[in-house]
């Protein structure tokens, strides 16, 4: 894009000058508006959700019995104590969910389980009152494995969905961005899955993989822009997080809202528990996005209400960033299209205030996190610093804010290795 188009857009929306910038910024939604205008515009409901959980369920007996699981794959909701003196925070821990250690054990391992179903219903291999345990059986697997799954991943998705489809026999082929980790890939491949590595970003990675995908039969590519069936997966934690407020004793009601802040890349997971919520909650829940300052691809998307049409290398931004699961040139159209009157706002963060928030929670609460899993700290603290009350279709004022309970969504990490980890807390002190 040339300097004239670029200040043609800066003039319509005054917040990308701040954002080629590199500054860090909150970008408070206009097109926010009440739950039930927004969601029967949607092409899936609440049932959807249901659905899928349901789903989820029949699959427990294969993932205790193959991952020695004992209960659902479901994450902690961690009280974190003294983070701010006046507000009720908790730390919603996806970085300790079982298989895969990230948010992405939600959507990618739902995805594939709803894949191997329906494989196996068509060829009359498997019925809905089975007990699914079956499935560890060698013989699924030998079947499995005449059928290929092909992801793209900044590291993540790519480990949820080469860990499940390993398990269940599946050919699995993930192509990984040049931000993905080494360690992730390394992981990958003691499980024997195929790593395609590349040097562009990973907006290219997902159009080679798709386009290996395509060129065969049985070939089965996930995507992480456009699925519904990902999206379903992270609804999901929709419903559980009422169940785990109610026992609690969480009481969420107008007096006392729910925040939630979750960390964005590409969308797929943060607008799927977005959509949950929002079906669960309705007015009472308002969520934010956080991304970093040098990948704020959602942000560009919704502010420019363009979507996917721009990169933010389109604006010169380098999409260089240590958070590597958010490390994302362009934004999902779908989730951006789904999710734009859903969507409370978007703040972005440094690298360094990443490192920051690594550091007090290894610190005061012995919790540890990769960077991009951190980022919604960032949210937390500009929410809390406010000091008038947030105008907009909603009314959020400074009291209810005060009064609200603060959910700061963690993304990943209790896989990460022992000395990669001791490796950011060095930087961090530095």
């Not at 560009?300 to 990169?311: C, Y």
């Amino acid at each position: 894009m040339n300097v004239e188009q670029i200040n043609k857009w800066i003039n319509k929306v005054p917040i990308l000058e701040k954002l080629m910038a590199y500054n860090p910024v909150f970008w408070m939604n206009p097109n926010y508006t009440y739950s039930h205008n927004a969601l029967k515009k949607l092409s899936f409901s609440i049932s959807d959700m249901i659905d899928a959980e349901s789903r989820l369920m029949r699959f427990q007996p294969f993932l205790e019995k193959a991952f020695d699981l004992d209960g659902i794959i479901e994450s902690p909701l961690i009280e974190l104590e003294e983070y701010h003196k006046e507000s009720k925070v908790f730390l919603k821990g996806d970085h300790a969910l079982p298989i895969s250690g990230s948010i992405k054990a939600r959507g990618g391992i739902y995805e594939i389980l709803r894949y191997t179903e329906q494989i196996l219903f068509k060829y009359d291999l498997l019925h809905i009152n089975d007990d699914y345990s079956i499935l560890s059986n060698e013989s699924y697997q030998r079947f499995l494995n005449k059928f290929e799954i092909v992801v793209s991943s900044t590291g993540n998705l790519g480990l949820s969905i080469g860990i499940i489809s390993a398990k269940l026999g599946f050919k699995v082929y993930v192509h990984m961005s040049h931000d993905a980790m080494q360690w992730k890939k390394d992981m990958l491949r003691s499980l024997g899955v195929h790593v395609i590595e590349h040097t562009s970003d990973y907006s290219q990675a997902v159009i080679e993989g798709r386009k290996a995908s395509d060129s065969k039969e049985n070939s089965y590519f996930v995507d992480d822009e456009n699925s519904i069936n990902l999206f379903m997966g992270y609804a999901v934690a929709g419903l559980r997080l009422r169940n785990q407020l109610k026992d609690k004793g969480l009481n969420v009601s107008k007096e006392s809202p729910l925040f939630v802040y979750i960390p964005c890349g590409v969308g797929g997971g943060p607008g799927g528990i977005c959509y949950g919520l929002k079906e669960v909650f309705g007015d009472l829940v308002h969520v934010i996005f956080v991304e970093p300052t040098h990948a704020p691809c959602m942000l560009l998307g919704m502010a420019t209400e363009t979507h996917d049409e721009f990169s933010v290398q389109d604006f010169n931004l380098d999409n260089i960033t240590i958070a590597d699961g958010l490390a994302v040139g362009r934004a999902s159209k779908f989730v951006g299209k789904t999710i734009e009157e859903l969507l409370f706002g978007i703040a972005t963060v440094e690298d360094d205030e990443l490192l920051i928030y690594l550091k007090r929670l290894v610190d005061q609460y012995e919790l540890y996190l990769e960077p991009s899993a951190l980022a919604g700290f960032k949210g937390l603290d500009v929410l809390l610093k406010q000091d008038v009350d947030l105008y907009g279709n909603h009314v959020i004022t400074t009291t209810q804010i005060k009064n609200g309970t603060h959910i700061v969504w963690s993304t990943g990490g209790n896989m990460v290795p022992k000395g990669v980890m001791e490796k950011y807390y060095e930087n961090a002190n530095k």
